[in-house]
């Protein structure tokens, strides 16, 4: 690993313009699907939803941050914008450390090609060199249990089998920065306590991570740090137990 891992946000705001949508239907759609966020004008007098605002927050090397608050809050847009994906409007993101981002594991597997070959293209996007990636070939077939089907195109697939592949490609890493939306589970029961084995040790390896939940019980068992969120605002941030003691009394 490189130095210390850390993670600043100053006054991260981010937009999303809304096209062909009146404020009352657009009101009802983002209330029913629990999306979130402040319906308002943005340049040029557009319908906009304010998914963030004036964020500030730091992490430093050795956080477990549990990110708490309803559908809607703002925590998989915050997620989206330290991976990268998203760009705040205003504001600033600041990295130091390999980023890992567990939000969509199955994001560039190819249906086209090979288990094999997966591995392979999965592992150099990781940022992994092409010599990495076979040193580590062996070891995550074996751990996918996929046997042949890993010389046929990932189409033969199941769904769980397709999972299998990308979460074992996932978490070969040393992630500096981990980046995670819900706990995952994959596969059948023998396999899911394998893949927990796994993953615990996985976000062991990692300097700070982030992780967004409504599973109480498991943020207060992994987290350390606790950031409430409320329609794209940050309300608390303390040690774990106090922000989620919070939550329920506001709740």
Not at 33 to 50: D, E, P, Q, S
Not at 191 to 197: D, G, I, L, P, T
Not at 233 to 242: C, N
Request: some cysteine; overall charge positive; charged content about 25%.
């Amino acid at each position: 690993m490189s130095a210390m891992a850390n993670l600043q946000l100053e006054s991260v705001t981010v937009v999303f313009p809304i096209y062909n949508a009146s404020a009352r239907s657009l009101k009802n759609r983002l209330l029913h699907h629990g999306t979130g966020g402040r319906i308002g004008r943005g340049a040029g007098n557009r319908l906009c939803v304010r998914a963030l605002e004036n964020v500030n927050l730091a992490f430093e090397h050795g956080e477990r941050v549990g990110l708490i608050g309803a559908n809607g809050a703002g925590k998989t847009t915050l997620l989206r914008v330290l991976a990268g994906a998203y760009e705040p409007v205003r504001g600033s993101v600041r990295r130091r450390g390999r980023t890992a981002s567990l939000l969509n594991i199955s994001l560039g597997i190819d249906a086209e090609a090979t288990g094999y070959e997966n591995i392979m293209s999965r592992g150099l996007f990781l940022g992994l060199r092409p010599g990495q990636v076979r040193e580590r070939m062996d070891e995550i077939a074996a751990f996918t249990e996929l046997g042949d089907y890993l010389e046929m195109p990932v189409h033969t697939y199941s769904a769980g089998m397709r999972l299998r592949l990308a979460f074992a490609v996932c978490t070969c890493i040393e992630p500096e920065i981990l980046l995670m939306d819900e706990w995952l589970s994959v596969g059948d029961h023998a396999f899911v306590e394998k893949a927990r084995r796994r993953l615990e040790e996985f976000v062991d390896r990692a300097g700070i991570l982030v992780l967004a939940s409504q599973n109480f019980s498991l943020l207060e068992r992994i987290c350390t740090t606790g950031v409430l969120l409320d329609a794209g605002k940050v309300k608390a941030r303390g040690p774990i137990r106090e922000v989620l003691r919070e939550y329920r009394q506001a709740a």
